[in-house]
C-alpha cells in the first residue's frame, strides 16, 4: 500500500497541510492521520472518498501508486503557431465546474446542431479567476470556462454560448500523461515547466485581451488519456515554429 507516502507527499503540495490540519479537514484525530501514514490503520472507506476528493485523485491511485510525478509524463515543451479559430464557449462557477460546463456543451452541442456537422468536436478550457474570496471560501465555489472549437462556416440553431474568435498567434505546448491520476500536482506542473523553458529560451510569457493567455485541452488515445497545456508566449521570430494545432500526442 502506498497510502502513508502518499498522504506525506499530497500534504505538502496542498500548502505544507500539517496531520494536524488534515485531520481537523476529515474530522479525526491527528494520532488517527499518523497512524493512516505509518501504515498501522488505513481509512474506512467514506474517509477514503473524502481524501480522494481533496486531494484530486482517484481512491485507487491513493492505495496503490506512487502518486508523486516524474519527468516521463511530460513530454517536451514544444513552440507552435496555432491558426485562427472560433469558440463557442461558456463559464461556469459552482463546485464542481468543469463536470458541469462540460454537461452544458455537450446538451448545447446537440441543439445547437454541432454533433450533426462534425462527429468529435475539440473542447479547450480554463480556469475563470473571476470569482470572490467569500465564493470560494464560504461557498466553495470555483470557476471554469470551455468551449467547442467550432468548424469554418458553422451557424449554431440555438444561442446560448458567447462566440469568440481569436487570430493566429504563437503559444508553448506541453503534453500531460495521465493528468487526472494526481490533478493538483501534474496540471501547475505542467505549466510550470513551460514558463521555466521560456525563460530558460528568452522567450516572454505574452498576456493581452486579443488571445486567449492559456488553454488546455483532454483527449484520450489508445485508451490513455492526455493533456496538452497552452500558455500565449512571444516567440514569433524567434525560433522554429509548427504550424499546426493537432494534439500533442
Known sequence: MKLGKNLQYLRKLH???????????????????????NGEVYPELDKLMELSKMFSCTIDGLLKE?????DACFSKVTLLHVPAFTLGRYVMISPQPEDDVHR??????KRSG??????????????????SMEQQNRFGLRGYVAGW???????????????YTQEATSYAR???HDPFRSAFDRIPKGYQKILAFLGANGFKESHGTAYL???EEVYDNDGETYMDIYIHADCVGKGNLHTDFSRGM
Not at 454541432?114 to 470569482?131: A, E, K, M, S, T
Not at 472549437?149 to 462566440?163: A, D, N, R, S, W
Open 15 to 37: 500548502g505544507n497541510m500539517t496531520q494536524e490540519k488534515l485531520a481537523e479537514r476529515m474530522n479525526v484525530s491527528r494520532q488517527t492521520v499518523s497512524k493512516w501514514e
Open 66 to 70: 506512487d502518486l508523486e510525478p516524474n
Open 104 to 109: 452544458y456543451l455537450d446538451d448545447w452541442a
Open 114 to 131: 454541432l454533433y450533426d456537422w462534425i462527429l468529435n468536436p475539440r473542447q479547450i478550457g480554463w480556469d475563470f479567476p473571476f470569482v
Open 149 to 163: 472549437i467550432l468548424p469554418e462556416g458553422f451557424e449554431p440553431k440555438c444561442p446560448g454560448v458567447e462566440i
Open 174 to 176: 506541453i503534453t500531460v
Open 213 to 215: 493567455g492559456c488553454f
